[in-house]
């Protein structure tokens, strides 16, 4: 037999018996994955339930979410449109974070109209790809001009920006240590969780128990002292020149919140550590556009070095999109205005006292602070909700409740935030109705 017609048999058996061999290779592993997915099947989790079931407690506790569907009326805040089903009806708000009403202010409006139509509606990529528009380098120098540093970075969010820039510092810095206030906010937290750096939580605005923890380590040991000005919830502000000193006598870098602070304070709104002097002493003030100054976005400021570190190593920034324009431009009008207007201030200061007083009168406790925020403490979560949905409900009266886990349990409260443009007749309408309801719900009152 000629060579060849031997190869080709050779051959032929051999391509059979590889055929044979995947046939039998490719039967086994579907029978396997028949096994495998029979077993799947039988003792699958069965997510729709764990879902149920872990929802339902919320319910139970009484501190199941449920979000208002508002439509804000530029022109008439504190006024709003509240949604039920297809029908709108009327409430007046009085838990917003646009602590100011900015969010409605004509200057505000017309730059963003404007440059949405100049720019139009997007960034159109990451600031490193063709998403760096000029209001943002005009919204980070006015920034940095606002708390007189040499350098800003704007992010989506507050949230992001703590995150971004914590996360960032702590998973690069060798050894460093964050030494973060115990009641910092979850950004903040999530931030330090995130780089994997060592952390230390001190005592909520406790100097002593700060200092104790920062001597407990070598001074070779770098370390950063992460904490707030004013603290959302209870409205308290921090010790900003004892912690300051404190962390200058053991070399810390100083990472400080300004959120609720920022529009709000010092005699260009430029925060609680523009009021006590001390910017020029925090190595990074962090911001919201989102609160005070009426739009989105937030941002840090510090030295030009500490800015080009975060902007070139930070994925929270790299990575996403960059603000739209036309938000960056009426951030621009909004600083600036409140750098030369004190009417703002001065008329929100003037309500919050107001609030506060009526409140006094009949008895309705709130937690003490010298900030903006007040607290009307209830205790317990199932009537918190209850005062809440009744308030909306009956009264057009928007107060969210707040419960676990943004604050601690049996401190459920309404977190109430006066604006400048809530009148009198607002104030009436809003005490009225918690007097009738506190009484209803068997509620103490404060001794005077």
């Known amino acids: 037999m000629p060579p060849g017609r031997r190869r080709r048999g050779s051959m032929s058996r051999t391509l059979a018996a590889a055929l044979f061999l995947a046939r039998r290779a490719n039967l086994a592993h579907t029978a396997f994955n028949g096994r495998i997915r029979r077993r799947g099947i039988k003792n699958k989790m069965d997510f729709e339930a764990f879902f149920a079931t872990k929802l339902d407690s919320l319910h139970e506790e009484g501190r199941y979410r449920v979000f208002a569907e508002l439509e804000r009326r530029a022109g008439a805040f504190p006024a709003a449109a509240r949604y039920v089903g297809p029908e709108a009806r009327d409430v007046t708000v009085w838990c917003s974070n646009d602590y100011l009403g900015m969010g409605q202010h004509p200057k505000v409006l017309a730059a963003m109209h404007e440059a949405l139509d100049r720019c139009g509606a997007g960034a159109g990529g990451t600031r490193n790809i063709s998403g760096t528009n000029h209001y943002h380098v005009l919204l980070e120098r006015e920034l940095a001009d606002l708390h007189g540093k040499e350098g800003a970075l704007i992010f989506t969010s507050g949230y992001v920006s703590n995150w971004t820039t914590l996360s960032t510092l702590g998973a690069s810095i060798p050894g460093v240590v964050i030494f973060s206030d115990a009641l910092n906010h979850a950004s903040m937290i999530e931030g330090v969780r995130h780089s994997r750096a060592e952390k230390r939580i001190w005592k909520h605005n406790d100097v002593k128990d700060l200092e104790r923890q920062l001597a407990l380590l070598p001074a070779s040991t770098p370390k950063i002292v992460a904490f707030e000005s004013v603290y959302s919830m209870d409205g308290d502000i921090a010790p900003l020149r004892e912690i300051v000193e404190v962390a200058e006598k053991y070399g810390a870098l100083t990472y400080l919140d300004e959120v609720h602070a920022v529009g709000m304070y010092g005699p260009r ?127 057009g009266i928007y107060v969210q409740p707040i419960n676990y886990p943004t604050v601690p349990r049996k401190t459920e409260r309404l977190r109430i935030t006066p604006t400048p443009l809530h009148t009198d007749a607002d104030i009436d309408r809003l005490v009225s109705a918690l007097s009738g309801l506190w009484s209803q719900c068997a509620l103490a009152r404060a001794v005077a």
């Not at 002493?281 to 911001?287: A, H, T």
């Not at 800015?307 to 739209?324: K, M």
């Not at 199932?382 to 009956?394: G, H, N, T, V, Y």
Request: charge should be positive.
């Open 269 to 395: 709104g430029g925060g609680i550590a523009e009021r006590e002097g001390l910017m020029d002493r925090i190595d990074i003030i962090e911001g919201t556009l989102g609160k005070a100054f009426g739009v989105i976005g937030g941002y840090i400021t510090g030295s030009a070095r500490l800015i080009d570190f975060v902007r070139s190593y930070a994925s929270g920034f790299i990575f996403t999109t960059a603000l739209p324009p036309a938000v960056a431009a009426g951030a621009i009008a909004s600083i600036r205005h409140l750098k030369v207007s004190q009417m703002e201030r001065m008329r929100h200061r003037e309500r919050v006292a107001a609030v506060r007083s009526r409140l006094d009168a009949i008895g309705i406790p709130y937690m003490p602070n010298p900030s903006h925020i007040v607290p009307v403490m209830v205790g317990d979560a199932a009537k918190c909700k209850w005062l809440s949905d009744i308030l909306l409900d009956e009264h």
